[in-house]
């Protein structure tokens, strides 16, 4: 009998064939990426796509392809500010299209202290425009943000325009109650708005910058966890900068004072006209036994009050489950959400999967966390007012050496990249492991990597662990339509035994009219080679 809770299911899926082929364009060929480099592909507005690579030899390559995909110019940005051969400290916190052009923000450090610069590149012809020192941390003990010298700045954009937020630890001194700075800039880069975040309680011994959500022109609101000297006194804080303001509102959400550590991913909701949370919390029960927990949320922009919350449930993912690919057993699924989107009606969608922990264990006895393995997608379609309407699961199986948690792709598509993470968790193949939700014009989708023998076998129970290994993985989508799914090849059904074609997942783009752009990796017996891919969803 299969176990719904196993994490490493194979893939099954039914009605395959149903929906009508994507339609897929390629450029020419490109350079193979660097293991662990920046890789970037950013769709633009005006119909162009940019693709940024950087592996710290000296510049950021740009190539810029026009509507047509052929090429329109490859560029070398280099900076007499940034050193282009740093790439150990370099971080890129986000990749944006402002005002249209190719903004990067990029953060490195300077003896210790992190510095933020704003690269505006011209998407006419690949030429930087201007480059700006944003944002510098001063001299400190980093006691505030003693978690890592590389999340101390963070950066977000509106969903809707241009507009965006810098936040960053601004001092770092242990006395300091006013550690963390908020700037609002428009989408012509004037700032807005600039203020302090001071502490609430005295008693607070450590802040985490969670998450920023950004109202246009209006305000920027920020999520912070504050850690006490005691589990009660530790809770999730929102602060709002009204545009022009310098001073900053700050509530806690009550309902969080029991949490012993949680991560959170908030935007702002145009259609409902509140802040939407996702927060996934670890806690414990009465007998100290621990558990993740989480928790949908609507904060009134107004006030800051909690306008509700609901638990984030797995019974109709497990429902699905069970009555749709007939899955046995009386185990309910455990996927943990990993981030929410909204699509075209402004309706949350949340995202879950399952992760588990891989353990090694030495000769000597001693035992580490020694990666992850991912398991089954839930896929939860919420209502305007926080109503589950329909869930799926998506069948997934593969692995990475990278110690990853809960929210690990909240950020998948704004473009940022962390060389010193990647170092730091011993691990470069995130890129294979991570998948896509797509919003198309009349369905959504799942991107994924998968072996061609799930597809072509959905029903087969004889995988081996050779056969999860990343030569032998495939680009798939799912598509999910009115409780149905369907899996297929994403660019074709291989033909030979050493035929393939994946993709890189955190590099990729998607828009609202259903494109989805990433580099790939096509294989043909001996010959591989590296592309640029459009896939235009219906």
């Known amino acids: 009998m299969r176990k719904l809770l196993f994490p ?18 390629k450029s020419a060929p490109i350079e193979e990426p660097a293991i662990g480099s920046y890789d970037k592909v950013l769709l633009m507005k005006s119909g162009k796509t940019c693709y940024a690579h950087y592996s710290g030899d000296g510049a950021i390559d740009l190539n810029i392809y026009g509507t047509d995909r052929k090429l329109v110019s490859h560029t070398a940005i280099k900076s007499q500010r940034w050193d282009g051969d740093d790439f150990k400290s370099t971080t890129i916190l986000g990749t944006y299209d402002i005002n249209g052009e190719l903004v990067i923000f990029l953060q490195q450090t300077d003896k210790k202290h992190p510095v933020l610069y704003r690269l505006r590149i011209n998407t006419d012809d690949g030429k930087l425009l201007k480059e700006d020192i944003l944002a510098t941390t001063k001299k400190g003990n980093s006691f505030f943000a003693k978690d890592n010298v590389q999340t101390q700045m963070k950066v977000a954009k509106d969903t809707r325009s241009g507009c ?3 936040v960053f630890y601004d001092n770092l001194d242990e006395d300091a109650d006013d550690a963390i700075k908020v700037m609002h800039f428009d989408e012509k880069h004037t700032l807005l708005s600039t203020a302090r975040i001071s502490s609430p309680d005295k008693k607070i011994r450590h802040i985490v910058i969670q998450d920023i959500a950004v109202e246009g ?3 920027v609101y920020l999520a912070t966890y504050y850690v006490g000297s005691s589990e009660e006194e530790s809770k999730i804080y929102i602060s ?7 001073a900053v509102t700050t509530k806690p959400l009550d309902f969080t004072e029991d949490f012993r550590g949680s991560n959170l991913q908030m935007a702002y909701n145009y259609t409902t006209g509140q802040v939407q949370l996702l927060i996934v919390a670890y806690t414990k029960t009465k007998r100290n036994r621990e558990y993740y927990v989480s928790y949908f949320c609507n904060v009134n922009p107004a006030t800051l009050d909690v306008a509700g919350v609901k638990e984030v449930s797995n019974e109709k993912v497990t429902a699905f489950a069970r009555n749709s690919l007939g899955e046995e057993g009386d185990g309910n699924y455990m996927g943990v959400p990993q981030c929410f989107v909204l699509n075209g009606r402004n309706e ?20 580490y966390r020694a990666g992850t393995a991912f398991g089954s997608i839930g896929i939860s379609e919420m209502g305007i007012d926080g109503t589950e309407k329909q869930s799926y699961l998506v069948k997934h199986t593969s692995a990475t050496r990278m110690d990853l948690g809960a929210m690990y792709i909240k950020d998948i598509n704004t473009g940022k990249w962390d060389n010193a993470y990647i170092s730091r968790k011993m691990g470069t193949n995130i890129q294979f492991h991570s998948f896509r939700y ?15 023998k799930e597809i072509d076998n959905p029903d087969n129970d004889k995988m081996h662990k050779k056969d999860f290994a990343e030569s032998k993985n495939n680009a798939a989508y799912c598509t999910m339509r009115n409780g149905n799914i369907s899996n297929e090849f994403l660019f074709g059904k291989p033909v030979g035994k050493k035929d393939r074609t994946t ?16 580099i790939i990796i096509e294989q043909k017996g001996k010959k591989t080679e590296h ?3 459009w896939v235009s969803f219906e």
């Open 503 to 518: 993709c890189f997942m955190d590099a990729a783009d998607q828009n609202d009219e259903g494109l989805f752009a990433t």
């Open 217 to 219: 022109n209006k305000g």
């Open 240 to 246: 709002k900068l009204s545009a022009g303001e310098t």
């Open 348 to 367: 949350p969608v949340i995202i879950k999967q399952v992760l588990v922990m891989i353990y090694h264990t030495t000769s000597k006895g001693a035992t």
């Open 438 to 452: 797509v919003i198309g014009k009349k369905n959504n989708y799942i991107v994924h990597l998968a072996h061609k």
């Open 8 to 25: 490493l299911l194979l893939l099954c899926f039914i009605a395959a064939g149903v929906y009508a082929q994507p339609r897929v364009e």
């Open 164 to 166: 965006y937020a810098v």
């Open 531 to 533: 592309k640029i891919a």
